[in-house]
Structures are given as structure tokens and as C-alpha cells.
């Protein structure tokens, strides 16, 4: 008997460790050193004794084993074929440049182009420079590193593929980690294959908080819209405390003045590459609409008011945050805040000068990334809130589409549930003393119903709310305006915050079965709006319904099974949350 459960917990522990190795992303070597630790278990547990000290034995083997095969770090390449056919030499500004085919031969990637000197040394925490030029042909084969972040343990990251996004696949092919650095100030771009001419630009800046996320992933994959003639580039930003760090001596050595917004001001000099560099990609820099998700849609909310991006684009999509409320929920907080947090910073890090504090790695500086991620008014790149910049008609778009999601809360307190006990008080944190109000609307008499409310009116306050302020200042400034309102479910995120943008994007993969023909149907819809948005600077189309400016702000076009005009949900709510900030209806000024 005990022989028996000892063989049953080694089987059980093996089952276990090629999860792990899988899970990980353990290299082949992992494997075969597995199999080998496998087969030697079996041939000495029938020659011994001692079952105990094998198991021991072979654990401490198997650890080894996870440490010599550990993936390595590498670069993701620009396309899913193997040996990908290479594009014809491009000569851009900086110089001769040469990109891949996709499988289909139907779009060119040009992928980890540099659009800034690397931000490293006395680099760090200044102003992006120009970028070096360059006379042998760059290979545009694959992504650039991500910017500098932290990092998990690629376990971590197979865990939130199955429990998040329900779509992990076992492969050989992806046993490696994703590289990361400083010298990170590189971009991609997607266009149709050919000599296309005059041809639309999106730019799009990826969301993370301003502290993670890198500007290639299958949601906003350019392929897609490079087959519908639209020329698409993907940006890398300095973020954390790389890109927001904000301090009065870096004040004193800026010949603008500035800290604080360097992963913005790395925005605007990837804009102004487009500008000079476009063209030979075949596309029309004098048609060019940004777009982001979460902190990248924050990033174009402070881009659209920013001096200096000032003729660098024409229109905005902003999916999921928006810097338009009085009090921006996050991504942003005025300079005396982060100014007032580099004292504590540098007296943390044991450091009394810039030069100290450049020379320290910047895994010893990552960590501050969890409070230094977000934009300031630091007089150069925002002279001042967004909110105000509107409200005197500052701004640069011609037209703006935007929205949310149904369920824009549920990645942020997935673990962090309401109960009826505590309700209240959490209420109270963001409603002061509108929380009696707040509890005449969304009341609640057991924890299901307490954990419900919550989770829309955080969605409310941290997303939907700063949208319906955008929708009201587009309006006082004649801009035409189209708001959507994302609800779909489906095997996946479904509409989480980010569930959207495979749709948008047109990036639902073949074969899937999270998503089916209606998931399908309704990313044909969204994609179409969205080309037509990008094209013309208005989503209509003759294959879809129309989708009428938001002329109101009550009105939104929601998505889901049906493609529908609905309502906004949360009007009440938002007429406290004025009172509360102090909002003065621009329409009616």
C-alpha cells in the first residue's frame, strides 16, 4: 500500500512538472531532460528501495532541470510565417530599410523601426533626440523590446492566457520570454504590399497604465487594416518611472523647462516621424488618426490638447479612458504631486544627484513604476488639464470616436469584491457626501447585489464617466463625435476592459471556437466603422446602420448581437458626479 502511494504522488508530481515546463515556456532542452529524469525514476525505483530519497532526488533533478532550460530572452518576430519573404529596400529619412511579407504576401511589416536616439545613460529622463542615421540596410524582421517594466514569471503569464482570455495554445514555438529595455524608442509599421500611394495613417499607442504593455499583440495586430489600404503604426513609449518620473533638477537641465512627461513627449516624436517618414511607406501624413486603449487612449486624450502635437494628426479614436473630466481618474495628476514624490525617491535609492541617480540599473528602478505612471502639466508638452484646454477650445482633432465597455471594472477588482458590509464605505471614498445619493440609485440588501453596484460604478467613475465629459466638450467645440458602448460576451474577455479591440481591430482568429459567427459578424461591423472613421473622419458606410453623432451625450451605438442605439446607462450617477467636481455643462455656456 505505501509503495503504491508513493508511485501515485511521483506520477502526480511528473504530471505537475510538464505542466509547469509547458506553462513556463521551458526550452526543448527542458524536455528532453525530462523525459531522460523520467525514464531514470522508473529504471532505479524497480533497483531500490528507497522510494522516498528517489522522489527527493528527482525533485531537486527537476529544478535543476527548470533553471538550465529557463526560455531566453528574445526578440517576437513581425510576422507569424517562418522564413518570411523579405520586402523590397525602402529608403526613409534615417536610412535604407527592409521589412517582411505576412504569409499571403498581402502586407508589408516593418517592424523595431527607430524613431529616436536610445534613452539610456545620460539619456535617461531627457527629451527623445533624433535618431541616428544609418547606411547599411535594416532588417525590419522583428519587434523591438518593450519598453522597461515589471516583468513576471512567464508561468504567470501562460495563467492569465487560461483564466483571462481563455485562448492559450501548446506550442514549441513561442518557448521564450519577451525582451524588455530602456532602448526601447522603435515603432512598426503595417501597409499593403505594393507602390500605394496617398493611402490613410492610424497610429496607435497601447495601454498598460503607462507603466507595462508593448506596441505588438494580436488585439491591435495591423495586418488587418493594412489589407483595407490603411497604413498602420504601432508605437513604443517610455513607461514607469522611465517615462513619468518627474523631478525639479531635471527641470533645471531641460532646455524646455520639463519633467515628468517623457513617454508623452516620446508620443509626439513618433508623430513627427510619421510626418517626415510616411510617405515612403505610401501613406498621406496629412490624413493621420491616433488611437489607444486604457492609458493609450488617455495618451491621445492628452495629445489632442498638447502644443506640440499640434498639426501632427487629424482625428482620435479613444477606446476605454479619456483625460476629460475635471479630475481625471488616473493616468494623470497635477506636477506638484510627482515633484513633491522625488525627494522620498532619491532619498530611498540613496542617491544626491542626477548623475547617481542615472547610473543606477534600471532593475533597481522598476519597482517606483507602481506610483511614478502618470502625465503632468508641466508647461512644454500640457501646459494644463485637458478639462481646461477644451473648455477655452484648445484642441486638434476634427473628429473623435470613442466609447467603453459594459464592464470596463472587472480586471480591477476581480480581487477585490464588495460585500454589503463594506459598501458603503467604499461609496463613500469616491462620494464624500453625495454617498446617501448614490445609495438611493444603486441600493443593495445582500453582497451579490452590494458586489454588482460596485462593480459599475467604479466602471463609472475610472472610465465611463471621463467619456460622457469628453462627449460634452467635443460638442461645446463643434467637433463631431461618435460614442459606442461595447457589450458583447462571448468565450474570451468578453466586455472587460480591452474585450473590445479584437474586435475593432478585425483580429478574432480563424478556427476559435471563444467566439462564433455572431462575435465574427460584429467585428465585420466594428472594423467597418472603424475604416471608414479612419478614412473620412466619420464611421458611416453603406454596410452598416447608421451611426449618428452623439449629439446629446445620452445616445451611444452599442455592440453587441445587434448593432443598436441605446441609451447611456449611468446619467443619474454622472448628474452627482458633476455636483461633486464642479462640472459646468459646456453646451450651455
Not at 285 to 311: D, F, H, Q, R, Y
Not at 428 to 446: C, G, H, M, S
Request: net charge negative; with cysteine.
Amino acid at each position: 500500500m505505501k509503495k503504491f502511494f508513493l508511485i501515485t504522488i511521483e506520477i502526480l508530481l511528473f504530471i505537475l512538472e510538464a505542466i509547469f515546463l509547458e506553462l513556463n515556456k521551458n526550452t526543448i532542452i527542458g524536455w528532453i531532460l525530462f523525459v531522460a529524469l523520467i525514464g531514470s525514476f522508473i529504471y532505479f525505483s524497480t533497483k531500490s528501495d528507497h522510494k522516498i530519497l528517489l522522489i527527493l532526488s528527482s525533485i531537486v533533478i527537476y529544478l535543476l532541470i527548470v533553471f538550465i532550460s529557463f526560455p531566453p530572452y528574445k526578440n517576437v518576430p513581425a510576422v507569424k510565417n517562418t522564413n518570411p519573404d523579405k520586402t523590397e529596400v525602402l529608403n526613409i529619412k534615417n536610412g535604407p530599410i527592409q521589412g517582411v511579407f505576412n504569409e499571403d504576401h498581402s502586407v508589408e511589416v516593418y517592424a523595431g523601426i527607430p524613431y529616436a536616439k536610445p534613452p539610456v545613460g545620460d539619456l535617461r529622463w531627457k527629451e527623445p533626440q533624433e535618431p541616428e542615421n544609418w547606411n547599411e540596410v535594416l532588417v525590419a524582421d522583428h519587434f523591438a523590446p518593450m519598453s522597461y517594466q515589471a516583468q513576471n514569471l512567464p508561468v504567470y503569464n501562460s495563467l492569465v492566457r487560461i483564466i483571462g482570455f481563455h485562448d492559450y495554445q501548446i506550442s514549441l514555438k513561442d518557448n521564450y520570454r519577451e525582451k524588455m529595455s530602456e532602448d526601447s524608442l522603435y515603432l512598426n509599421v503595417f501597409k499593403p504590399s505594393g507602390n500605394k500611394k496617398d493611402l490613410p495613417v492610424l497610429v496607435f499607442i497601447h495601454g498598460g497604465t503607462l507603466k507595462s504593455g508593448q506596441s505588438y499583440t494580436k488585439d491591435y495586430n495591423g495586418e488587418q487594416m493594412a489589407r483595407q489600404d490603411i497604413i498602420m503604426v504601432t508605437i513604443t513609449y517610455r513607461l514607469g518611472i522611465f517615462g513619468y518620473y518627474a523631478d525639479e533638477n531635471l527641470i533645471k537641465e531641460s532646455p524646455n523647462n520639463t519633467t515628468g512627461n517623457y513617454g508623452l513627449l516620446d508620443q509626439i516624436k513618433a508623430l513627427e516621424w510619421v510626418q517626415n517618414n510616411i510617405e515612403y511607406f505610401g501613406g498621406d501624413k496629412n490624413n493621420v488618426t491616433i488611437a489607444g486603449e486604457s492609458a493609450g487612449s488617455a495618451s491621445v486624450s492628452a495629445l489632442c490638447v498638447s502644443p506640440l502635437a499640434e498639426g501632427l494628426f487629424n482625428k482620435a479614436i479613444m477606446e476605454s479612458s479619456t483625460l476629460a473630466s475635471i479630475t481625471p481618474p488616473h493616468s494623470y495628476r497635477d506636477l506638484s504631486v510627482s515633484l513633491n514624490r522625488c525627494e522620498k525617491i532619491r532619498n530611498e535609492l540613496g542617491v544626491s544627484d542626477l548623475q547617481e541617480l542615472r547610473n543606477i540599473p534600471a532593475k533597481d528602478l522598476v519597482k517606483y513604476s507602481e506610483t511614478e505612471h502618470y502625465m503632468v502639466n508641466d508647461g512644454y508638452a500640457l501646459k494644463e488639464a485637458p478639462y481646461n484646454s477644451y473648455m477655452k477650445g484648445i484642441h486638434h482633432e476634427t473628429a473623435i470616436l470613442h466609447g467603453y465597455n459594459s464592464e470596463e471594472s472587472a480586471p480591477f477588482i476581480m480581487f477585490d469584491h464588495a460585500k454589503l458590509n463594506d459598501y458603503e464605505n467604499r461609496i463613500r471614498y469616491y462620494f464624500e457626501d453625495y454617498t446617501d445619493e448614490v445609495l438611493k440609485i444603486y441600493p443593495a440588501e445582500n453582497d451579490q447585489e452590494a458586489d454588482q453596484n460596485w462593480a459599475e460604478i467604479y466602471g463609472a467613475v475610472f472610465f465611463s464617466y471621463p467619456h460622457y465629459c469628453l462627449n460634452r466638450l467635443a460638442l461645446k467645440n463643434n467637433i463631431p463625435v461618435y460614442e459606442y458602448f461595447f457589450s458583447r460576451h462571448n468565450g474570451s474577455l468578453g466586455p472587460w476592459h480591452s474585450g473590445e479591440m479584437i474586435y475593432a481591430y478585425h483580429n478574432i482568429p480563424d478556427g476559435v471556437k471563444i467566439y462564433d459567427d455572431t462575435d465574427r459578424k460584429l467585428s465585420d461591423q466594428m472594423f467597418k466603422y472603424w475604416v471608414s472613421f479612419i478614412r473620412n473622419g466619420n464611421p458611416n458606410n453603406s454596410e452598416n446602420i447608421n451611426w449618428p453623432i452623439n449629439a446629446d451625450s445620452k445616445t451611444l451605438l452599442q455592440f453587441d448581437e445587434k448593432v443598436a442605439l441605446t441609451d447611456e446607462r449611468s446619467l443619474k450617477l454622472y448628474e452627482i458626479m458633476d455636483e461633486l467636481y464642479g462640472w459646468k455643462d459646456p453646451v450651455q455656456e
